[in-house]
């Protein structure tokens, strides 16, 4: 390490190796639990959105109502919910449930996931319904059936389109995580929050907290820029 | 101007000192409710222990004292703003607070206490057997700090920012014990069906003091030297015996 840095480090009484290594673990655990949520988030929001096109009410009906009752509802309403509301449930202490639900980790991934995937669920319909007809139709002209036409054409023509939305999506559950910290998860808010009340120093705690924040967002921006202009290359122009 | 007008009579008085004490008038503050230190009773009148306390010690400094309510936020500000001159609502003496206005010497402090489940049977001054056990603890409280520094590789702790929702994972099993106030624990555990009080309860911090503004220097002699003598005449216990079960004098 250079040595005004070790040198700052030995000066102040907040940010020491103690308290650092408090953070880093607060943003292990940050990350851990919003990287699994989105993915799996993800993978139950593809053909959720799928279905949801379908015509038949029976099929799309239940997850209109699914998306409409996790959007309609805040996220820390849902994770208290999940949380709190299950260890009141009589008898789950007793079945195999509560070795899940004991510990807070995998209410609150649970609650995660149900709420980004409700959003990517819609996200996605939004990008499939806005298929160009044309598209469809020159697909169906060459004998595509359903399934392929599905994997082939609306899907990656669709995730062109929700490519900039789902980014904003991933950036919101980052932020949104931050309220794991009230059902005791130390997560990245938690660290902060613990060490704002040793010290009781606010700007201190939180302003650092805040630039983890923004870093991991920018990694993010990153990374999603890179994929949007590998998804959007043809829109590119030819001589650049 | 009638602000100023009190304002300079309360500094004439204090200036003439403890000798002339008789028509002193001194305003002290409470936040309301906060049972049982300071609340209305059923006919609207304020009472609780820190009232008594102000009562007994207003009588033994021989001053005239109102009471005036004050919200907790509003606390120190209105104290500097000299809308009154003590604070007697269960304010914690604390490096930060002491920086802004005097303290007393304490007189009192509510211990932490232990609360489990009837089936928890651990010896919680035990650290071989409290080993892996789950703590539930209100974040950043002296309870807090306790566990922390000494329990901390022991036992598994875990911060709440309210009592209710640390009450919540006690009755849902995901804590084995809850170190609290011991006030708020006896109100939110005790009253519940299958919970009991385990250990003894800990004495922690510095207490609670009265809140004065730094300038008032005689006022805190006086103030000291009545609540000395509250406390020796039996006159404290007295009034400490009616509203807890347990010993808070310090």
Redo the contacts between chains.
């Keep these: 390490m250079p040595e005004f840095i070790v040198e700052w480090l030995n000066q102040n009484d907040i940010f020491t190796a103690m308290t650092l290594m408090e953070y880093w673990d607060g943003l292990v655990t940050t990350v851990h639990l919003v990287f699994l949520s989105l993915i799996i988030g993800l993978v139950v929001a593809v053909p959720l959105a799928i279905l949801r096109t379908v015509k038949n009410p029976f099929v799309s009906g239940p997850i209109w109502l699914y998306t409409y009752l996790f959007r309609g509802t805040p996220l820390l309403i849902q994770l208290y919910i999940i949380y709190y509301g299950v260890a009141q449930i009589h008898g789950i202490q007793d079945s195999f449930w509560w070795e899940i639900f004991r510990e807070p980790l995998y209410p609150a991934l649970l609650a995660f996931t149900l709420n980004t995937a409700a959003y990517t669920t819609e996200i996605i319909r939004g990008a499939i319904v806005a298929t160009p007809h044309g598209e469809i139709e020159a697909a169906k002209a060459y004998g595509m059936n359903w399934f392929l036409r599905m994997r082939r054409i609306i899907l990656p023509s669709a995730a062109r389109r929700a490519v900039q939305a789902y980014a904003n999506e991933v950036i919101f559950m980052l932020h949104a995580s931050a309220i794991a910290s009230v059902v005791t998860i130390v997560d990245l808010t938690g660290a902060a929050r613990n060490i704002y009340s040793r010290f009781y120093a606010p700007f201190e705690a939180f302003i650092f907290v805040a630039l983890c924040y923004m870093a991991l967002t920018f990694l993010l921006v990153f990374a999603f820029r890179k994929l949007e202009k590998r998804l959007l290359r043809h829109q590119r122009p030819v001589s650049s | 101007m009638k602000k100023l007008m009190v304002a300079a009579t309360t500094a004439l008085a204090l200036m003439a000192g403890g000798a002339q004490a008789q028509d002193r008038d001194l305003r002290i503050a409470f936040d309301v409710p906060y049972e049982p230190f300071e609340y209305r009773n059923d006919d609207g009148e304020l009472t609780g222990f820190e009232v008594e306390l102000a009562e007994a010690m207003c009588q033994e400094m021989q001053a005239n004292c109102e009471f005036v309510i004050q919200a907790w936020d509003g606390m120190i500000p209105g104290l500097l703003a000299r809308k009154f001159d003590l604070i007697m609502s269960s304010m914690s003496i604390t490096e930060?607070r002491a920086k802004r206005v005097n303290f007393s010497e304490p007189y009192y402090i509510t211990p932490g206490g232990w609360f489990a489940p009837e089936s928890f049977n651990t010896d919680v001054t035990d650290m071989a057997a409290m080993e892996g056990k789950t703590v539930g603890v209100q974040?950043?409280t002296t309870m807090?700090?306790y566990v922390t520094e000494n329990m901390g590789g022991t036992v598994n702790i875990?911060?709440?920012?309210t009592a209710e929702?640390m009450v919540?994972?006690l009755?849902?099993?995901?804590l084995d014990v809850v170190f609290v106030d011991y006030p708020v624990g006896e109100q939110t555990i005790l009253n519940r069906e299958g919970f009991k009080e385990v250990g003894e309860p800990v004495k922690l911090g510095q207490g609670v003091g009265v809140a004065m503004r730094k300038r008032d220097r005689e006022l805190a002699d006086e103030v000291n030297a009545a609540l000395k003598t509250l406390k020796e005449d039996g006159t404290y216990d007295a009034i400490m015996e009616k509203y807890f079960s347990y010993d808070i004098k310090i």
């Design positions: 930060e974040r950043g807090d700090s875990k911060r709440y920012t929702d919540l994972d009755e849902g099993q995901r």
